[in-house]
């Protein structure tokens, strides 16, 4: 079985009970992922674990210790340390925060499409909007 394109994004220790859900673009790319998820992070002080969506599909799960370590490894110059980063502005994206009013599950999704709202992975149809 081929590993998954996002494989080196995933921690198997992390906090899966409390993961916020991420859903991603179907295709995207290891460093595209690596960039929204921490765009969430930097924007979601208390979040410190997440479930990546892709396609509609769990892909797994990912910390902020492990992208924490990524960044540092993989993006060595081009981030900022985390305590002189700016609060909001500079990353371009803009994370939305979607809720099932059924069960309560929560997801973020960075604006890519204008549109549509995500599906409750637990099959109670479209999300809604919270802020
Ligand atoms: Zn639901």
């Known amino acids: 079985m081929a ?11 992390a906090d899966l009970d409390n993961a916020v859900e991420l859903t991603l673009a179907e295709g995207i790319t290891l460093a595209e992922a ?11 002080p208390s979040v410190q674990s997440v479930l990546l969506i892709v396609g509609q599909q769990r892909a797994g799960v990912t910390s902020r210790t492990r992208i924490q370590w990524l960044r540092a490894t ?3 110059g081009t981030g900022d340390a985390d305590n002189a980063s700016p609060p909001r502005g500079s990353s371009g ?5 979607f809720r099932c009013a059924v069960d309560g599950v929560r997801t973020y999704r960075v604006h890519l499409d204008g549109g549509a709202a995500p599906q409750c992975p637990n099959g109670h149809g479209p999300m809604e909007l919270d802020r």
Do not use: G, I, N, T
Not at 34 to 44: F, G, N, S, T
Not at 93 to 97: G, K
């Open 74 to 76: 993989d993006l060595r």
């Open 34 to 44: 690596l960039r929204e998820v921490d765009a969430l992070l930097k924007q979601q």
């Open 3 to 13: 590993s998954h394109p996002l494989q080196r994004l995933f921690d198997s220790s």
């Open 93 to 97: 994206y803009v994370m939305l925060f």
